[in-house]
């Protein structure tokens, strides 16, 4: 197991942007999957970005070219920068890893106004 931590989330404009931080209790190293799920009101939870170990990356359509995942193996954090930010991409952001069982953090809030 591990517990997840995240961060960064707030109110920002349209356009603007945010970086989220994942801060996990122990090493990833050895942590196959990592990444970043969204809820938006009303609706479900849904992937927004992926990455593995190896580097290999995944994001949901809507986020592409504008959100961008990456790991700090040294201070056990995954980020996930955003970038041009829509009011659409407001939602509670969850980080997760797969240790293999899926573990999630908390939330945090990212409110997008128009």
């Known amino acids: 197991q591990v517990q997840l931590v995240e961060s960064g989330g707030g109110l920002v404009q349209a356009g603007g942007s945010l970086r989220l931080s994942c801060a996990a209790s122990?090493?990833?190293?050895?942590?196959?999957?990592m990444g970043w799920y969204r809820q938006p009101p009303g609706n479900q939870r849904e992937m927004v970005a992926t990455?593995?170990?190896?580097?290999?990356?995944n994001y949901a359509d809507s986020v592409k070219g504008r959100f961008t995942i990456s790991r700090d193996n040294a201070k056990n954090t995954v980020y996930l920068q955003m970038n041009s930010l829509k009011p659409e991409d407001t939602a509670v952001y969850y980080c997760?890893?797969?240790?293999?069982?899926?573990?999630w953090g908390q939330g945090t809030q990212v409110t997008v106004s128009s």
């Open positions: 122990r090493s990833i190293f050895t942590i196959n999957s």
């Open positions: 990455l593995t170990s190896g580097g290999t990356t």
């Open positions: 997760y890893a797969r240790v293999p069982s899926i573990c």
